[in-house]
């Protein structure tokens, strides 16, 4: 089974600020199958970006992903007030599908 | 526009069972894997079971395994988890999520889901 370590726990920023969230993966992520999520209170989660960089349909391009390896990242350029929520890393590099236990995005 | 809908979650003794449901809509329910995925309260996201898009391919975590069983019917666009000895570490809300495959059985990211059922296990 494949462990993702997502990290900071928390972030703490204001909105129009950028948001660096990291994903680390115990082993290697074949062909960079990891995906991104957002999560708001009383919500589903919503797909952000797919196979570690794509975004995924209707998702603003302020969201970025990147990475490959063990090491991914979810980038935010600028933060809007709708994107305080939790972010969820997910590996699909292997037949049991792991996530990550989030980061909290909260506004400062 | 693509709907997945959960259904028949509430309230349980530990030892019983519930069935779930989630109807599908907006895509072709036939060529697409279906995952159920849960989240315990203020916990994170765990996975727990898919179904192929035929029906005959189907997976679990180890941590239900002989206790749930998942089903689907594409002639009504449904999926169906059953829960049998459920227990309290089973409350959660229980997420339907429709697969997006790498060509690999299991291999999925998860591009549209539902809207949760709590299902709560207590005496």
């Known amino acids: 089974e494949i462990v993702l370590t997502q990290s900071p726990g928390t972030l703490s920023l204001s909105p129009g600020e950028r948001a660096t969230l990291s994903c680390r993966a115990s082993?290697?992520?074949?062909?960079?199958?990891l995906a991104w999520y957002q999560q708001k209170p009383g919500q589903a989660p919503r797909l952000l970006i797919y196979?570690?960089?794509s975004r995924a349909t209707g998702i603003p391009d302020r969201f970025g992903g990147s990475g490959s390896g063990t090491d991914f990242t979810l980038t935010i350029r600028r933060l809007e007030p709708e994107d305080f929520a939790v972010y969820y890393c997910?590996?699909?590099?292997?037949?049991?599908?792991?996530f990550g236990e989030g980061t909290k995005v909260e506004i400062k | 526009q693509i709907h997945l809908v959960e259904s028949g979650g509430g309230v349980v003794h530990p030892g019983r069972s519930l069935r779930l449901s989630c109807a599908a809509s907006?895509?072709?329910?036939?060529?697409?894997?279906i995952h159920w995925v849960r989240q315990a309260p203020g916990k994170g996201l765990e996975w727990v079971a898919l179904?192929?898009?035929?029906?005959?391919?189907?997976s679990y975590a180890d941590s239900v395994k002989g206790r749930f069983t998942i089903s689907r019917d594409n002639s009504k666009n449904t999926l169906s988890l059953q829960m049998n000895s459920l227990r309290a570490e089973d409350t959660a809300v229980y997420y339907c999520?429709?697969?997006?495959?790498?060509?690999?059985?299991?291999?999925?990211?998860?591009?549209?889901w539902g809207q949760g059922t709590l299902v709560t296990v207590s005496s």
């Open positions: 907006g895509f072709t329910f036939s060529s697409y894997a």
């Open positions: 997910q590996q699909y590099g292997s037949s049991l599908v792991t």
């Open positions: 082993q290697s992520v074949s062909s960079s199958y």
């Open positions: 179904i192929s898009y035929d029906g005959s391919y189907k």
């Open positions: 999520a429709r697969g997006r495959t790498t060509g690999i059985y299991g291999s999925d990211y998860f591009d549209y």
């Open positions: 196979g570690a960089s």
